[in-house]
């Protein structure tokens, strides 16, 4: 689940529910190896095959929506992967951070992936 939002993620997600925003600010998925926070912060290293991923979204209901499309990450495989972060871009340090949460667990591979519906963002108010 999504626990932190950017001040570009709240934006657009306010826009979306005044009807005035079309631009999608998370079309890509990085890996964390710690909190991301606000920031984006302690993303997955940029070191061998690691690249952030494309997502697809399904359609939000009951304040929530999931991830439509599966997606596989290549890591180094010798660090734990904590956390998930919504990016505005598929470059490495590049784009806008909107958002990010925390897996159920951690884990440790060189190949990481998530089934399509497995990532789920909730709004909560």
């Given at each position: 689940?999504?626990?932190?939002?950017?001040?570009?993620?709240?934006?657009?997600?306010?826009?979306?529910?005044?009807?005035?925003?079309?631009?999608?600010?998370?079309?890509?998925?990085?890996?964390?190896?710690?909190?991301p926070g606000t920031t984006g912060a302690n993303e997955n290293a940029n070191a061998g095959s690691y690249a952030r991923q494309a997502a697809a979204w399904n359609a939000p209901s009951a304040a929530a929506m999931t991830n439509s499309s599966?997606?596989?990450?290549?890591?180094?495989?010798?660090?734990?992967?904590?956390?998930?972060?919504l990016q505005s871009s598929a470059t490495y340090g590049g784009g806008t951070y909107a958002g990010g949460g925390a897996l159920s667990a951690a884990v440790t591979a060189a190949s990481i992936g998530f089934a399509a519906g497995s990532l789920s963002l909730t709004a909560t108010g």
């Open positions: 689940m999504a626990t932190y939002f950017s001040n570009t993620g709240l934006n657009a997600a306010l826009a979306g529910l005044a009807g005035t925003g079309s631009t999608n600010v998370i079309p890509d998925v990085s890996l964390h190896t710690a909190s599966a997606m596989t990450f290549s890591t180094a495989g010798t660090t734990a992967v904590t956390n998930f972060g």
